[in-house]
Nanobody, 127 residues
Framework: QVQLVESGGGLVQAGDSLRLSCAAS????????MGWFRQAPGKEREFVAV????????NYAESVKGRFTISRDNAKNTVYLQMNNLKPEDTAVYYC????????????????????WGQGTQVTVSS
């Protein structure tokens, strides 16, 4: 069982930056790919970014490419989401998620392959 705890959300203005963190309760470096998803009110949960367990491969939603960066520190069992140039449409609850991957290159955007989810952290961007 892997427990994930997100932090770093808040209320910011358009153009500002935030860094989200996700701490895992167990060692995730060897087999878990880690992702970020978000869910705005009245909308489905959508993929934001993912990083494979080696930290070499990443993938992003088109809407955040060039503005968001996902990274991980395996020594700390923590994954980060650096969000720059935030826009009002980025407002959502952001969730960290993990899945056990058989390949070090695996970096899925499909939320249904993820086994573990955090409670979420609210990000609100005002215009």
């Amino acid at each position: 069982q892997v427990q994930l705890v997100e932090s770093g959300g808040g209320l910011v203005q358009a153009g500002d930056s935030l860094r989200l963190s996700c701490a895992a309760s167990t060692r995730t470096s060897s087999t878990y790919s880690m992702g970020w998803f978000r869910q705005a009110p009245g909308k489905e949960r959508e993929f934001v970014a993912v990083i494979n367990w080696s930290g070499v491969g990443t993938n992003y939603a088109e809407s955040v490419k060039g503005r968001f960066t996902i990274s991980r520190d395996n020594a700390k069992n923590t994954v980060y989401l650096q969000m720059n140039n935030l826009k009002p449409e980025d407002t959502a609850v952001y969730y960290c998620a993990a899945y056990r991957s058989s390949s070090y290159t695996s970096a899925s955007s499909n939320r249904y392959v993820y086994d573990y989810w955090g409670q979420g952290t609210q990000v609100t961007v005002s215009s």
